[in-house]
């Protein structure tokens, strides 16, 4: 780096020659790859290059939440279960736990984060760690030192040790004045939440690490995510997975979302699989940093009618929130994904009548099964 080659010129010059004619005592300057922070002098490293391992060593921050467990059983099933540690700032549930790695990681605490980095030879760092669109505005304070603040520290160790990191993104990236049907990757964004705006503030800043310091960065915007095995966090797009867990326990959902709010839709499986196959991607195949996938994109009424022909009881009712409502206006309708699956081959398995059947099954034989229990 330029800076760093001159500053050391000068502190070599300096300790040769002091002008007062006295010892000079100077830190010694180190350039460490291109990270971007100043690093202590007397830091040990003991990190392992991509190429000197079989397979890459993964960390996962947020590991606790919807994607993070489903992606790490999927990386470990790949590339083996000591290669994946999961880690979040809770205290995991026993499945978790001795499923493999995990391990107590604040993305606020920089020196703890790096540390982990360093002592597990970390070559892949997924960073799902975020506070969701409805609980931010509910506690901007908390998001914006979550989204952002650990998004700093989140590049800077990427940066430093030459990490191939993946920041998810997603339609809360995307304002009232963007393109609503069909977004295309780049156009007008503005998001109108703190969550909307640290996802832009992810994708510009990955983007630029990219360029000045050469980070692997690597994002794809995700459409609402559908998953059986977790619960509903707090996100704008959850609707779509209480619908099934009200449908079985009581028969009765109640949508804080208009009938014909139409947003992008994914069941779970297809977010996973897209994520593993644009880490694994050729960095020559990759036109641009972010990208947007898509699968399906529905309305309320048109997922309940959908669940209704399994389960005809079904008692839907509508008790729209405003801030719910309000943020969903803003949101695309229909992602355009044309470039993920041109670039490196994103392709969907699930529709709309796969994703009912596939979570109607899982969650049935869940009830029957703790019945049984």
């Known amino acids: ?55 890459p060593r993964v960390l996962i921050t947020g590991g606790l939440g919807q994607l993070g467990v489903g992606l790490a059983k999927l990386l470990r099933k790949r590339y083996g279960k000591n290669n994946v540690i999961l880690s979040d700032i809770r205290k995991p549930p026993d499945s978790v736990f001795y499923s493999g790695p995990f391990i107590y990681s604040d993305i606020l605490d920089y020196k703890n984060l790096r540390e982990i ?39 800077d160790i990427a940066a430093e040790h030459g990490l191939r990191l993946f920041v998810p993104s997603t339609i809360g990236a995307f304002g009232p004045t963007s393109p609503r049907n069909p977004t295309p990757d780049l156009c007008v964004q503005r998001p109108r939440t703190i969550y909307g705006v640290s996802k832009v ?64 839709m994914m069941y779970i499986d297809d977010c996973l699989k ?34 209704q022909k399994h389960m005809t009881e079904l008692e839907v009712v509508y008790d729209v929130d405003a801030i719910r409502q309000a943020i969903a206006d803003s949101w695309p309708m229909n992602f355009d994904d044309s470039n993920a699956r041109k670039d490196w081959g994103w392709k969907h398995d699930f529709d709309m009548a796969e994703l009912v059947t596939t979570m109607l099954n899982y969650l049935n034989s869940e009830r029957l099964a703790f019945q049984a229990n």
């Open 117 to 155: 980095v360093v002592n597990n030879r970390i070559t892949w760092l997924i960073h799902y760690s975020a506070l969701l669109s409805a609980v931010g505005e509910a506690n901007v304070p908390l998001a914006r030192a979550v989204n952002i603040t650990g998004l700093h520290n989140i590049l």
């Open 1 to 55: 780096m330029p800076v760093v080659r001159t500053l050391t010129r000068v502190a070599k010059q300096m300790t040769l020659s002091p002008a007062c004619g006295c010892q000079v005592s100077v830190m010694p300057i180190r350039s460490i790859g291109f990270s971007p922070r100043q690093v202590p002098s007397d830091a040990s490293f003991h990190s392992v290059s991509f190429s000197e391992t079989d397979h």
């Open 274 to 307: 897209a994520t593993l196959e644009v880490m694994e991607a050729p960095a020559s195949s990759l036109t641009m940093r972010t990208y947007n996938i898509n699968a399906m994109s529905f309305t309320p009424e048109e997922l309940a009618q959908e669940v």
């Open 201 to 264: 503030h992810a994708e510009l800043m990955g983007e630029y690490y990219h360029y000045r310091y050469g980070l692997d960065f690597r994002c794809l915007r995700y459409p609402g995510i559908i998953s059986a095995d977790s619960q509903p966090g707090g996100g704008t797009t959850d609707y779509a997975v209480q619908i099934f867990h009200d449908a079985i326990k009581t028969g009765r959902f109640t949508c804080n979302l208009k009938p014909d709010t139409r947003l992008p």
